[in-house]
């Protein structure tokens, strides 16, 4: 929404002063009013809360941050431990132990 609002918006104020001054000041606020971005920048966070409710009760998910909503549109892969939980990616191996028999080889 942010990104589509960083065009509309000068759009629609640079065609409302544009045809302002060729047909007057009620035409200015025709498209002011009319082109208005208010209920659509408005209307967006509570849309993202309202998602993450539905995603919370509906799926046992817990969604902190609606940033966290809009990278999954691009999540190719996701990764999880045995217990389920998501991980972050840097792994590390703390020690390694041989299973009971088993020769220690280097």
């Given at each position: 929404?942010g990104r589509?609002?960083?065009w509309y918006?000068?759009?629609?104020?640079?065609l409302a002063?544009?045809?302002?001054?060729?047909?007057?000041?009620q035409?200015?606020?025709?498209?002011?009013?009319?082109?208005?971005?208010?209920?659509?920048?408005?209307?967006?966070p509570?849309v993202q809360?309202a998602t993450?409710?539905?995603?919370?009760g509906?799926?046992?998910?817990?969604?902190k941050h609606?940033?966290?909503?809009?990278?999954?549109a691009?999540m190719?892969?996701i990764?999880l431990?045995?217990?389920?939980?998501?991980t972050?990616?840097?792994?590390?191996?703390?020690?390694l132990?041989?299973?009971p028999?088993?020769?220690?080889?280097?």
């Amino acid at each position: 929404v942010g990104r589509f609002a960083t065009w509309y918006t000068p759009t629609v104020l640079g065609l409302a002063v544009a045809l302002g001054l060729y047909k007057g000041f009620q035409q200015f606020l025709v498209v002011v009013v009319a082109g208005c971005p208010c209920a659509l920048l408005g209307a967006a966070p509570f849309v993202q809360g309202a998602t993450l409710t539905l995603l919370a009760g509906r799926h046992r998910l817990l969604v902190k941050h609606a940033r966290t909503l809009e990278a999954l549109a691009v999540m190719q892969a996701i990764g999880l431990d045995k217990t389920g939980t998501l991980t972050t990616g840097h792994f590390e191996l703390l020690r390694l132990e041989p299973l009971p028999g088993a020769a220690h080889t280097r």
